[in-house]
Every structure is written in C-alpha cells, then in structure tokens.
Nanobody
Framework: VQLQASGGGLVQPGGSLRLSCAAS????????LSWIRQAPGKGPEWVST????????YYLDSVKGRFTISRDNAKNTLYLQMNSLKPEDTAVYYC?????WGQGTQLTVSS
C-alpha cells in the first residue's frame, strides 16, 4: 500500500485549500479511506472518512460544514476540500486506509 498526500501549504485564515492523496498497491475502490491530522506537539486526530461503495462520509465535528472528503476511483485519488480554514487546522495531514499511513502534507493556517 502506498499513499502520498499533497497540496498542503501556507494559507490565511478564512482561505481554502484542497489536499490530494494518490494511492496505489491495493484495490482503491473497495476500501474506505480517511484523513488524519497531527498538530505540533499533539497526537493524531481523525478528521474524515469516506466509505467504499455508496461513499458515505463522516467528519470531525470541528470541520463539519467546512471540509468535504471525496474520492475518484478512476484516478485512485482521495481528496479533502478545506474551506474557511482556521489556525487550529494547522497540522500535518495524512491519508490512511486499513491501518496504512502515507507521507503527510503540511498545512499551515496563519496570517
């Protein structure tokens, strides 16, 4: 299993960004996928999950209404659209499936 997150960067509060996660080494469309983040000095925090099949989605309360998880099974890619970003969203974001984590991407929200 290989998972490579990308798309992070520096954004001002209130801004938007879309993270991507390119996946390989497994049957992408058959698995649920999640985004997890880790802020400096803190433990990992689950952010969002999208199931396989009908693609039901689930979100951490603090990101509901601001973040949208989606997947493109044809491209083996997972996305996280993040709007109305807050400084507390600053973290390294990882995509995960079946206990496997990929390389993360850093998001910094700061003015």
């Amino acid at each position: 299993v290989q998972l490579q997150a990308s798309g992070g960067g520096l954004v001002q509060p209130g801004g938007s960004l879309r993270l991507s996660c390119a996946a390989s080494g497994f049957t992408f469309g058959s698995y649920g996928l999640s985004w997890i983040r880790q802020a400096p000095g803190k433990g990992p925090e689950w952010v969002s999950t999208i199931k396989s099949g009908a693609g039901s989605t689930y979100y951490l309360d603090s990101v509901k209404g601001r973040f949208t998880i989606s997947r493109d099974n044809a491209k083996n890619t997972l996305y996280l659209q993040m709007n109305s970003l807050k400084p507390e969203d600053t973290a390294v974001y990882y995509c995960t499936t079946g206990g496997s984590w990929g390389q993360g991407t850093q998001l910094t929200v700061s003015s």
